[in-house]
């Protein structure tokens, strides 16, 4: 199981990013798929969640403003983050179980300044 993310970077607050998670190793379209985020000192949490078929679920502060999506074609499912804030500031991880075991990617950073 491999899970590629990439898409961080610095923006300024008020803006957008969008991230990719490429996934490869099981069967993309059977899983669940999350992304999670983990911020300086804090633990890691879960951002959004979007099922098989494409049903999604967000973390309170992710709602209105994070679009969860996939796209089992290509194995990728997408994180499109807008109107940004200097507390979204984190490490963000895609993930999955496979065979009850969790997967990680290795991360990728973003930014938000104020």
């Known amino acids: 199981v491999q899970l590629v993310e990439s898409g961080g970077g610095l923006v300024h607050s008020g803006g957008s990013l969008g991230l990719s998670c490429a996934a490869s190793?099981?069967?993309?379209?059977?899983?669940?798929m999350n992304w999670y985020r983990q911020a300086p000192g804090k633990e890691r949490e879960l951002v959004a969640s979007i099922g098989s078929a494409g049903t999604a679920v967000y973390a309170e502060y992710a709602k209105g403003r994070f679009t969860i999506s996939r796209d089992n074609a290509k194995n990728l499912v997408d994180l499109q983050m807008n109107s940004l804030k200097p507390e979204d500031t984190a490490v963000y991880y895609c993930n999955t179980r496979v065979n009850g075991y969790g997967y990680w990617g290795q991360g990728t950073q973003v930014t938000v300044s104020s």
């Open positions: 190793g099981f069967t993309f379209s059977n899983n669940i």
